[in-house]
């Protein structure tokens, strides 16, 4: 893979922030999170995925990306931070925005190795040196989506009349 696709990247975060956008989100199942730590994870990553995107852009060797960074206190205190869904949709649209531009910029640098922790319950586990466009190909086609069904399993079904 020559190249990160950035149109891809692009697509994917506007199913899940239309998602976000459509609101109408339910309590999660009992030890599931909530849409609004959903958001707030899905902005912290991208946080943690545009620092390793900038090291991998200036050439650094020492390019490190580790999703079991984030916890859930965190992810509550960004909830708070943000005042609920709006900011944190506001924050996910900025923090998706510059990691879609940062990957745009990527090129044969996407080949660069980065020591890459993933893990989401049994669909992604990966605990290895990835070439980064790899990594972010995984968050294109596994981490998103996974997060825009959890999205889309909270929200609450209409009552029949």
Partial sequence: MDE??????????????AEVDAGGFGPPPEGQLSAEQIVAHL??????MSEATEAVLAGSPFAYYDLDTIHRPQLDALVSECGGLDGLATLLRATSQKLCALAERLGPAAETPVETVLREGFDLDVDDSLPWGRALDLHIRVHLPLHLTQLRSLRRQPHPA
């Fill in 4 to 17: 990160v696709d950035a149109a891809e990247l692009r697509r994917a975060y506007d199913q899940v922030l």
């Fill in 43 to 48: 902005a912290a990553n991208d946080e943690l």
